[in-house]
DNA sequence: CTGTCTAGGCTTGTATACAAGAGAATGTCT
DNA sequence: AGACATTCTCTTGTATACAAGCCTAGACAG
C-alpha cells in the first residue's frame, strides 16, 4: 500500500531524540488515521530505510506501540497493526463509555467558572460547525469539546488514560461519522451533558455523557457493519 | 486475553524472546517489591552485566517499563524508577476506586453461578487468612478476592486496565497493610461486597466496592505519612 | 574562599554486524 | 502427480562498535 510512498530523506538534523518520539507518533498517526490497516505488516528494515534510519529506533518505536496495544509483536514473526476481536471492541466501546462518564461526573463537581465557559464555548463550536456539514471539522471540534471535559476532571490520571482509549477506538469510531442524523444526534447530547455540568448536576452528567458516548445495541451494530474487513479478527484462531 | 479461548501451543520451550519478556518481569516484580526504590537510578550497562545479556535486550525492557509509567526516561539521563507527586497518587488513587467499582458493578451483574460460588470461596479464604494473623498472605487472599470479581466482569479490558492499576499501585498500599484494625475493616467490607453481588445488586455492589477500595481522607494521610520518602517526589519541579 | 568555566570521563542514543528461527521454494520419493 | 523433506533466503533478536550529550572535578579568577 505504501510502499513506493518514499519521502526523501526527512533529514531533521536538529535533535536526534525529536526524530525517535516523532517516529513513534507518526506511526501512531498513520494507524489512527487508517494509512497503516489492521493486520498490515510493519517491516523493521523498510521502516528504517522510509524514516532514513536504523532498525534500533524502529524497532524501539513499535515496542512502544506495542505497549500501547496499537500493534502486536509475535516472536520471531515480526509486528503487524492491531486488530481485534468484535468482543474486544464492544467490550472497549463498554469502558469507554463509562470512563467518559466518569470524567463527566468528576467535571460537574470541580469545574472552575472559567472551565465552565470554555465548555460553553467549545459546544457552540460544535453547533456552528455542524452547519458546515463538514464531517471531518465537527470531529476536529467534538474531539475539542471532549478535551475540555477531561480537563475538568482535574485529574490527570483519568484525563490521560480515557484519552488514550478514545485514541485507540478513534479509527474505529471514524466509521460513524457518516451515519445520517448522527451529527444532529450528538448535538443534541452535547447539550444535555453541557447543561447538567453547568448545573453541578454529577449523576446527570455522568449519565447524559454515557449515552451520548456509549455504542451499543443497534449503533454497534451499524458501525461493525460498515467497518472494512480488515479492521476486525475472525474471532476462533 | 482470558477470554476462554485456549491458546494455541505457545510452544517456544527455549525461545529467546522468553528471556526479554522474564527480564521485563523480572524488573517489575523488584519495582513492586520494594526491592528497587523509586528515585533509584537504573544503569544499563549495569543491569546488561547483571542479566548477562547486552544492552539492547535491557533498553527493550526499560522501554516497556516506561510505556506502563512505572520507570522514567529522561533523554540523555537514564532511567529511574518513577516517583509521583502526592496529587498524582491520590488521582489515582481515586480512579482505581471508580474502576473497581465498575468491576464490581459488572460482576453483579453478569456472574454466573460457578463465578458467584467462587466469590464465596474467595471471601471464605480471606476470612480463615486473617485469623492468622499474616498480613502477607491475607494479602494474597485478598488479591485474589479482587480477581474473582475482575473475572467477573466478563470484559477482558476492563479487567486488564484495572489489573495494572492496581499493580502498579500495589507498592504504595503495601504500607496500608500494618495498620491496625485494616483487616476486620476489610473483611466488613468485603462481606458487604459479596452481599450485594450475589444480590445482584449492581447500584450497591459497585458502593460497596468504591468503600473498600477507596483511599481517601485520613486514611490517604495516614497511608501518605506511613511511605519512605522515597516514593513521593517533592511536587514542585 | 567562592563562583565560574572547561575538559574529561561516563552515560545514553544510534548504527552496524552477526546469529538464529520461520517461511517459501524446490527437489525427491512414493 | 502429490506429499514430504530439505535447503535457502529473509526476517527478527542480540551483541558490539561508534557518536554525542551530560555530569563532575578541577583549575583559575575575583
Redesign the pocket.
Known amino acids: 500500500m505504501a510502499s513506493g510512498v518514499t519521502d526523501p530523506s526527512i533529514k531533521t538534523p536538529k535533535?536526534?531524540?525529536?526524530?525517535?518520539e516523532g517516529l513513534r507518533q507518526r506511526l501512531e498517526r498513520e494507524i489512527f488515521s487508517g494509512a497503516l490497516l489492521p493486520g498490515e505488516?510493519?517491516?523493521?528494515?523498510?521502516l528504517?530505510r522510509r524514516f532514513?534510519?536504523?532498525?534500533?529506533?524502529?524497532?524501539?518505536a513499535?515496542l512502544q506501540l506495542a505497549s500501547a496495544g496499537l500493534i502486536e509483536?509475535?516472536?520471531?514473526?515480526?509486528?503487524v497493526v492491531a486488530a481485534i476481536t468484535v468482543q474486544q471492541l464492544l467490550q472497549m466501546f463498554e469502558v469507554m463509555a463509562d470512563m467518559e462518564a466518569l470524567c463527566a461526573r468528576y467535571a460537574a463537581r470541580r469545574m472552575a467558572p472559567a472551565e465552565r465557559q470554555a465548555l460553553e464555548r467549545a459546544h457552540k463550536a460544535c453547533v456552528d460547525l455542524a452547519r458546515r456539514r463538514d464531517p471531518e471539522q465537527y470531529y476536529e471540534a467534538n474531539r475539542i469539546f471532549h478535551e475540555v471535559v477531561y480537563a475538568g476532571t482535574r485529574n490527570a490520571y483519568l484525563e490521560e488514560t480515557t484519552r488514550a482509549l478514545r485514541n485507540r477506538l478513534s479509527s474505529y469510531r471514524r466509521f460513524q461519522l457518516h451515519q445520517p442524523g448522527r451529527v444532529a444526534n450528538s448535538l443534541a447530547e452535547h447539550d444535555a451533558v453541557v447543561a447538567a455540568i453547568l448545573a453541578g448536576d454529577a449523576d446527570g452528567a455522568a449519565t447524559a455523557m454515557r449515552a451520548h458516548v456509549s455504542v451499543q445495541g443497534e449503533v454497534f451494530t451499524d458501525l461493525v457493519s460498515m467497518l472494512p474487513p480488515q479492521y476486525l479478527q475472525v474471532t476462533a484462531s
Chains 1, 2 share one sequence.
Open positions: 535533535d536526534s531524540r525529536r526524530r525517535a505488516r510493519l517491516d523493521e528494515s523498510g528504517a532514513g534510519v536504523s532498525r534500533t529506533p524502529v524497532r524501539e513499535l509483536m509475535r516472536p520471531r514473526q515480526g509486528a
